[in-house]
């Protein structure tokens, strides 16, 4: 899918794109089915939804998803962002 896009340049108005981050997770949300972490690279950061186990807080990660803005709770905070539905994820051994 060609470079990695930085987290800065996602807006509410790319919904529905395809988008492949990488960074590192700084926090970790779990919840009934799947979870959420934090996505954060040199310009920002971004919460990623996910089905899979959540990774832990430092793994550095590459991730393909979908761009998409919605209100979710995260951690008892309502929070109306855009967010990245992980499609996608390479272990971190295997980033760059």
């Known amino acids: 899918m060609g470079s990695p896009a930085t987290i800065d340049r996602i807006h509410a108005d790319h919904q ?10 700084t926090q970790r949300a779990m919840f009934l089915q799947g979870g959420a972490y934090q996505l954060q690279d040199e310009s ?4 990623v939804l996910t089905q899979q186990p959540v990774p832990e807080v430092g793994d550095r990660l590459s991730i393909q998803g979908e761009i998409t803005y919605d209100a979710i709770a995260v951690q008892g905070q309502e929070l109306g962002e855009v967010y990245i539905d992980e499609r996608d994820r390479q272990l971190p051994s295997l980033v760059d």
């Open 16 to 25: 529905g794109q395809s988008v492949r981050l990488v960074g590192t997770v």
């Open 44 to 47: 920002g950061s971004i919460w």
